[in-house]
T-cell receptor, first 114, second 116 residues
Framework: GDSVTQMEGPVTLSEEAFLTINCTYT??????LFWYVQYPGEGLQLLLK?????DKGSNKGFEATYRKETTSFHLEKGSVQVSDSAVYFC?????????????FGKGTKLSVKP | DTEVTQTPKHLVMGMTNKKSLKCEQH?????MYWYKQKAKKPPELMFV???????INESVPSRFSPECPNSSLLNLHLHALQPEDSALYLC???????????????FGPGTRLTVL
């Protein structure tokens, strides 16, 4: 079945460091790919998305490129801030209809130290 | 209105209590979802409603009973829960096919449930 594998944390970085969180997927068909972020005590927020191969999603300095040849959607940020400390979930959705559900990776906890 | 709201924010209940969680959106979305999230885990899908009809039930115990009274409102009725049901319960919604962002899910802030 469809699945998402992301690097397990926790990841601890100093402020202004470069961030990469790896995400690979297995899916039949052509999934849409997402990164969600969950700040402590809150629900999930969509960070960015890509719906087809070679699309690049970007938001708040974060980027991820949909790589069909390597089935990957790695999250990157050039300079992290303390406020980026959160749990990051990679997810896919293969059903183009509105009732398709998300398949999540296990999440990666990021801690950024001043 | 561009958000999904959930009430209450926190709920503590005994194993013999009956309570309900409420989720509301006014974005015209026609698919709504309940997820359960345990600590340090990803959300697990429980139920999906599409156009007010239950379309997916992921083998959830009958002590959880969903209800979708109209296109804006989703409830989760709780009865005779167990301590292991303590978790964050997240509601989400999606636009109908054909609208922009149709393949996205918009999440509410969640209800943190503790069963004693």
């Amino acid at each position: 079945g469809d699945s998402v594998t992301q690097m397990e944390g926790p990841v601890t970085l100093s402020e202004e460091a470069f961030l990469t969180i790896n995400c690979t997927y297995t899916a039949t068909g052509y999934p849409s790919l997402f990164w969600y972020v969950q700040y402590p005590g809150e629900g999930l927020q969509l960070l960015l998305k890509a719906t087809k191969a070679d699309d690049k999603g970007s938001n708040k300095g974060f980027e991820a490129t949909y790589r069909k040849e390597t089935t990957s959607f790695h999250l990157e940020k050039g300079s992290v801030q303390v406020s980026d400390s959160a749990v990051y979930f990679c997810a896919l959705r293969t059903d183009g209809g509105s009732q398709g559900n998300l398949i999540f990776g296990k999440g990666t906890k990021l801690s950024v130290k001043p | 209105d561009t958000e999904v709201t959930q009430t209450p924010k926190h709920l503590v209940m005994g194993m013999t209590n009956k309570k309900s969680l409420k989720c509301e959106q006014h974005m015209g979305h026609r698919a709504m979802y309940w997820y359960k999230q345990k600590a340090k885990k990803p959300p697990e899908l429980m139920f999906v409603y599409s156009y007010e009809k239950l379309s997916i039930n992921e083998s959830v115990p009958s002590r959880f009973s969903p209800e979708c009274p109209n296109s804006s409102l989703l409830n989760l009725h709780l009865h005779a829960l167990q301590p292991e049901d303590s978790a964050l319960y997240l509601c989400a919604s999606s636009p109908p096919a054909g609208q922009s962002s149709y393949n996205e899910q918009f999440f509410g802030p969640g209800t943190r449930l503790t069963v004693l």
